[in-house]
């Protein structure tokens, strides 16, 4: 391992990598691989990711499945202190559901073209709400292009 391939704990891209791994539980699961975590003073305080097709559910979309932790670990509904970390991003009703939470900061890999939130205006986040794009981008969009790429064969 070189100096290039350590990552700093504790950083936007060493968070990014733990909701890729759920990104690729979702993969081999046959979900849309999608991964998202909640951070809080530093620590993960929830872990989720894409369960549209196992629960038969359109709304559980890693995301929001994310929330749902985060605020039962909180005993809040409000993520005021809370980052989220989400390998793709938010469409319109995550959100929204981020904004209902007050969430703190977004961060997020690969754009989504079709439907990701920044797409709409005005953009339905709360408006303190910090938003960066790009952490792990590429191995995001790759993990997905990967999945479409065997649904279609």
Known sequence: MNSSDTIAPFSDEYFMKQAMQ?????????????????????????????????????????????????ANYLGG????????YVTLEPCNMCAGALAWSQIYRIVYGASDEKR?????????????????S?????????????FFAKKRN
Not at 77 to 84: P, V
Not at 125 to 130: A, R
């Open 22 to 70: 759920e990104a690729h539980k979702a993969f081999e699961a046959d979900e849309i691989p999608v991964g998202a975590i909640i951070v809080c003073n530093n620590r993960i305080i929830a872990k989720a990711h894409n369960l549209t097709e196992r629960l038969n559910d359109v709304t559980a979309h890693a995301e929001m499945q994310a929330i749902t932790a985060a």
């Open 77 to 84: 509904k409000y993520l005021k202190d809370c980052t989220l």
């Open 116 to 132: 990701g939130f920044s797409k709409f205006s005005p953009p339905m986040l709360h408006p303190k709400t910090e938003v960066l």
């Open 134 to 146: 790009g952490i792990l981008e590429q191995e995001s969009t790759d993990l997905i292009r990967d």
